[in-house]
């Protein structure tokens, strides 16, 4: 198997793709995103990878998910570099729509004006909140590149994939 080869596949293609204006892509990205609710949350640690289906929240730029808890936060305890994937479900070939962002992941200190703020954008009861044994665990995923695959794109004489890397 050449995996380096396999691995640079997109890099060769994106060299001789038409871009899209970088306005215009995070536009699409950010309408793609406000389309879907739940993502593929993947964080790794050593030779420990958790990939975990969340419910999120994208506000401000950022994507935000409470958790009880569970076996990712072993890997986020080492290693703060996270992906999400949100994709299109039941997509026929040549159809494909999908968004990986990669990022950084940080804790939101429970009750903290920033936790309050995404528990008033969910509705959530803060006094229901309260009476749970532990608080909730929120975890914000600030991006850092987005690659945004949209077979859609080439409708609009643009490559199917784009990136979209964050300052």
Request: with cysteine; hydrophobic share 40%; net charge neutral.
């Amino acid at each position: 198997m050449d995996y380096e080869s396999a691995a640079n596949y997109w890099v060769e293609k994106d060299q001789v793709s038409v871009r899209m204006d970088r306005k215009d892509l995070m536009k699409a990205i950010e309408a793609f995103i406000c389309k879907h609710r739940v993502c593929a949350f993947a964080a790794a640690a050593g030779d420990f990878v958790r990939n975990t289906p969340l419910e999120f929240n994208y506000v401000d730029g950022s994507f935000y998910m409470f958790s009880e808890g569970g076996l990712k936060f072993r890997a986020l305890k080492e290693n703060k570099h996270v992906c999400l994937a949100i994709y299109e479900e039941n997509v026929q070939f040549g159809q494909l729509a999908g968004l990986q962002v990669t990022g950084m992941a940080e804790m939101i200190e429970p009750w903290s004006e920033e936790y309050l703020k995404l528990v008033n954008y969910r509705k959530i009861p803060v006094e229901a909140l309260k009476k749970l044994p532990h608080p909730m665990n929120l975890i914000k995923v600030v991006p850092k590149v987005y690659d945004f695959l949209n077979s859609d794109l080439k409708k609009e004489g643009f490559g199917s994939r784009q990136q979209l890397i964050m300052q």
